[in-house]
Every structure is written in C-alpha cells, then in structure tokens.
C-alpha cells in the first residue's frame, strides 16, 4: 500500500512540475502529505534556524514533496526527473552543495528555484511547508551530501 501511495504522490508531483516547466498531466489523489504535527513533533520549540534538528517527520516530508524528483536517496534520480527539463539536484554530491549557505537552500526550498537563479522546475514550497520545517529539510540536505555550509 506504501509503494501505491508513493506512486500516487509521485504522479501527482509531476502534474505539478511539469506544468511549470511547460509540460502537463492529470492526476489525483487522496493520500495526505505528514502534517505540521508529525514532522515537528520532536524539534525543539527553541531551536535556531541554523540548528534546526532533522526528525523522523523530516525524512517523511522529504519522501513526499522531494523523492518524486530529487530520489528516495537524494541523488537527483527521482521519477519524475525524466520528464523535467533540468536535471533535479544531486543532494548527495558536496561538491556543488558546499558553494551554498544554509540561507541560500532554505529560499530555494521556499520561494522555489527561480528565486536563486535557478532552475523554474523547482517549485516554491513556502505556502505549503513553513519555516521550521524548512530549516531541518536543510539539514536532512546537510545529512544527504555529508557537507558543511559555505
């Protein structure tokens, strides 16, 4: 049943991706992405942004809005990464990811790609994700590609 509800979230995903990246398709579902509930559960009410702690929640959310194009490890191979114009981002490479600040991750996430200069396939998750969330998908990120912040 969990490989069906990724599938489905997947395909919804890409109804969303393409669509910004000048392709369509038709998808639905009923599934539920974590609430802000189960992935906050265990980080810190007064953590700074910066040391912001990577939960079980955190892995869930990463699965639902970033596996369908980033991968289920992170390695830009998600399913959805064939039909995208640009590549997804590699999160498991440091190379390119130790040239960037915490900062600079946290408003690709939010305001999406084209907010960084880069790419418009990545959507803007801030209307859906809020800031604490945010600050520890960072750090899974930091986990993913072994790296330090610029």
Known sequence: MTNRKHLLAGIILLTILTTACEQSKQAT?????????????????????????????????????????????????????????????????????????????????????????RAPCMPAWGETLDDDIIQSLVQYIRELCQCEAL
């Open 29 to 117: 579902s009923t599934v539920r992405p974590p609430t802000k509930e189960e992935v906050t559960k265990t980080i810190p009410q007064n953590t700074q942004p910066e040391l912001a702690q990577v939960t079980e929640g955190t892995r869930q959310t990463y699965q639902w809005y970033c596996t369908q194009c980033h991968g289920i490890k992170g390695k830009g191979d998600g399913i959805n990464a064939k039909f995208l114009t640009v590549p997804p981002r590699n999160h498991t490479k440091a190379q390119y990811l130790e040239t960037r600040t915490d900062e600079q991750l946290f408003q690709a996430i939010k305001f999406g790609g084209l907010s960084v200069g």
